[in-house]
Structures are given as structure tokens and as C-alpha cells.
């Protein structure tokens, strides 16, 4: 699936994304920018920068709302990152007002990072390797596939806590259906 995309018609040849693109992998022609996408880390560097709102980030409100009305539990996963946009407000404030919207409930995805950690301190006791590259950011992750495969056998094979959250989610909740919300375009 395709995270960021272009609207060609309000590309303005500004260069910005291409300047400001840490793996160079938006390319220009026919007076538009491309995104290519085999290259692409996924990091939203194109989108920050982009004076002429011709970078768009793929919405799925819709897809959470045909999830809301599905009858199913809903619970979301929320980046502990949201405390920055909302000054004074915690997670119970939070999930108030998510649960308002029809949302089952709502924790914190550090819950999932506690099961990475774990997992990374399984890592570094049973398996004794020197080096481990980490997992928790996809935009990294991608960074290494791409550009760096030599540096693949040092990833280590560990969920993000996103996925680890929402993993544990769907042990715990039967039928349930998850939904991220954080800052990040990965």
C-alpha cells in the first residue's frame, strides 16, 4: 500500500522534495515529481517539506469508520507521542473521547514496546549477537532494506511495538479490530 503520494496538479517544480529527500528517491519529469517507491523510506521528509500541499499521506478514516460500524470491538492503539499536540491531556482524557467516537477502548502502544523490549533482552541473553540493528522504526528498517542489505542479517527479527501491541490486542479481544494512531507516516 502506498503510504505518501503525489497530487500531481499542485506540483509547482519547487525541488524541495528532492533537495530535502534523505534517500533520493523522488524523481522529477514531465514537470512533476515522482515518488519511487522501491526506494522510498517512508520517513514524510517530502510531505513536511513541500510548500505546495502536493504531498498527501494515505487516509483510511473511512476504512475505521466502516470498522466502527461493523459491530466489532474497535480499540486503538495511540503513540504515547500524542501528549505533544495535546497539552494537559492524558490517556483516560484520551479515551474518553475516543470511546465517544464508538472505539472500544484505547492504550497506550508503549504497552507494545514493553513486549519488544522483552524481546530484545531475549536477544541479547540466549542469542549473545554483537551487533542488533533496531526494528521499532519502519522508516529505519526500510532505510537498511533498501539501501544498506548487506546490514539485513543484522535487524533484528522483532515486531514494532505497534504490531506487537496490536498482536497482543487480538489475543486478548476476540474479533477485535485494531487501529494505530501516531505521528509517523510509516
Given at each position: 500500500?502506498?503510504?505518501?503520494?503525489?497530487?500531481k496538479?499542485?506540483?509547482?517544480?519547487?525541488?524541495?522534495?528532492?533537495?530535502?529527500?534523505?534517500?533520493?528517491?523522488?524523481?522529477?519529469?514531465?514537470n512533476?515529481?515522482?515518488?519511487?517507491?522501491?526506494?522510498?523510506?517512508?520517513?514524510?521528509?517530502?510531505?513536511?517539506?513541500?510548500?505546495?500541499?502536493?504531498?498527501?499521506?494515505?487516509?483510511?478514516?473511512?476504512?475505521?469508520?466502516?470498522?466502527?460500524?461493523?459491530?466489532?470491538?474497535?480499540?486503538?492503539?495511540?503513540?504515547?507521542?500524542?501528549?505533544?499536540?495535546?497539552?494537559?491531556?492524558?490517556?483516560?482524557?484520551?479515551?474518553?473521547?475516543?470511546?465517544?467516537?464508538?472505539?472500544?477502548?484505547?492504550?497506550?502502544?508503549?504497552?507494545?514496546?514493553?513486549?519488544?523490549?522483552?524481546?530484545?533482552?531475549?536477544?541479547?541473553?540466549?542469542?549473545?549477537?554483537?551487533?542488533?540493528?533496531?526494528?521499532?522504526?519502519?522508516?529505519?528498517?526500510?532505510?537498511?532494506?533498501?539501501?544498506?542489505?548487506?546490514?539485513?542479517?543484522?535487524?533484528?527479527?522483532?515486531?514494532?511495538?505497534?504490531?506487537?501491541?496490536?498482536?497482543?490486542?487480538?489475543?486478548?479481544?476476540?474479533?477485535?479490530?485494531?487501529?494505530?494512531?501516531?505521528?509517523?507516516?510509516?
Amino acid at each position: 500500500m502506498e503510504c505518501l503520494t503525489l497530487k500531481k496538479s499542485n506540483c509547482k517544480n519547487c525541488y524541495k522534495c528532492i533537495r530535502h529527500c534523505p534517500v533520493k528517491s523522488i524523481r522529477f519529469t514531465g514537470n512533476q515529481a515522482y515518488i519511487i517507491g522501491d526506494e522510498c523510506i517512508m520517513c514524510g521528509q517530502c510531505f513536511v517539506v513541500c510548500p505546495q500541499n502536493a504531498k498527501q499521506i494515505t487516509d483510511e478514516t473511512e476504512k475505521v469508520k466502516v470498522f466502527l460500524q461493523s459491530g466489532v470491538p474497535v480499540v486503538v492503539s495511540l503513540a504515547p507521542s500524542f501528549v505533544a499536540n495535546f497539552d494537559g491531556v492524558g490517556i483516560e482524557s484520551m479515551r474518553e473521547a475516543l470511546k465517544q467516537l464508538g472505539f472500544y477502548d484505547v492504550e497506550e502502544t508503549a504497552i507494545g514496546a514493553t513486549i519488544v523490549k522483552r524481546e530484545y533482552d531475549r536477544i541479547c541473553n540466549e542469542e549473545g549477537r554483537d551487533i542488533i540493528l533496531t526494528s521499532c522504526c519502519h522508516s529505519a528498517n526500510l532505510l537498511v532494506q533498501k539501501h544498506f542489505p548487506k546490514l539485513i542479517p543484522y535487524l533484528a527479527d522483532v515486531l514494532s511495538p505497534m504490531q506487537a501491541h496490536c498482536k497482543e490486542l487480538k489475543k486478548r479481544i476476540p474479533n477485535v479490530k485494531t487501529v494505530f494512531i501516531g505521528p509517523c507516516v510509516a
